[in-house]
C-alpha cells in the first residue's frame, strides 16, 4: 500500500482539482476582456460608418444634380438651335433623357420616403429624402420661357428642410 503525500491526489477516474489548469478554455476576465475590446471597436466602428453613409448619400445626391444641370444645359442648346432662344423647362427633370430611380413624376409636393426625388411644382424645389429621414431640397427658377427676355434660370445649392 502507498502513501500518496499530497492531499488532492486520488485515485484515476475521480474529480482531481489540480487537472483543472490542463483544461483548455477561457478565463471570465477573458471573455469579460475581449467584451470590452468589442465594446470600445464598435463605439469607434459605428459613427464612422454612420459618416460614410451620409457622405456617400450627399455624393449621389450630388451625382443627380450635376446630371440635371448638364441636361439642363443640353436642353438650352437644342432649344436655342431649333427655336433660336436658350430656355429651361418648367421642371428640371423633363431635360433628363434617364429619370433618377425613385422619381416621383408630376408631384407637387416634397420627397417623403427614402431615395425619393421629386419637383414640388407649388415652391419650385427639387427635393430628395435620403434614407435617415433628412429631406434636402434645391430651389429652381426656370428663367423666363417666352419674349424679348426669355433666358435660362437658376439650380441652387442644396438646402436642408426645416423639421425634417
Given at each position: 500500500m502507498s502513501l500518496s503525500l499530497h492531499p488532492f491526489r486520488e485515485k484515476e477516474g475521480v474529480n482531481n482539482p489540480m487537472?483543472?489548469?490542463?483544461?483548455?478554455?477561457?478565463t471570465l476576465i477573458e471573455l469579460i476582456m475581449v467584451v470590452i475590446i468589442l465594446?470600445?471597436?464598435?463605439?469607434?466602428?459605428?459613427p464612422r460608418y454612420m459618416n460614410m453613409v451620409a457622405t456617400a448619400e450627399e455624393a449621389a445626391e450630388d451625382a443627380v444634380i450635376s446630371?440635371?444641370?448638364?441636361?439642363?444645359?443640353?436642353?438650352?442648346?437644342?432649344?436655342?438651335?431649333?427655336?433660336?432662344?436658350?430656355?429651361?423647362?418648367?421642371?428640371?427633370f423633363d431635360a433628363l433623357e434617364t429619370?433618377?430611380?425613385?422619381?416621383?413624376?408630376?408631384?407637387?409636393?416634397?420627397?417623403?420616403?427614402?431615395?425619393?426625388?421629386?419637383?414640388n411644382t407649388t415652391t419650385g424645389n427639387v427635393t430628395h429624402q435620403r434614407n435617415d429621414n433628412t429631406r434636402w431640397h434645391w430651389d429652381f427658377d426656370p428663367g423666363v420661357q417666352t419674349g424679348d427676355q426669355a433666358g435660362i434660370g437658376t439650380l441652387g445649392n442644396r438646402t436642408a428642410d426645416v423639421g425634417t
Open positions: 487537472k483543472l489548469k490542463d483544461q483548455a478554455g477561457f465594446g470600445i471597436l464598435s463605439a469607434v466602428a459605428i446630371q440635371i444641370k448638364a441636361g439642363l444645359e443640353t436642353y438650352a442648346t437644342e432649344k436655342l438651335i431649333t427655336e433660336g432662344r436658350r430656355v429651361w423647362p418648367t421642371n428640371p429619370k433618377p430611380d425613385k422619381y416621383e413624376t408630376g408631384a407637387g409636393t416634397d420627397a417623403d420616403e427614402d431615395g425619393e426625388w421629386t419637383f
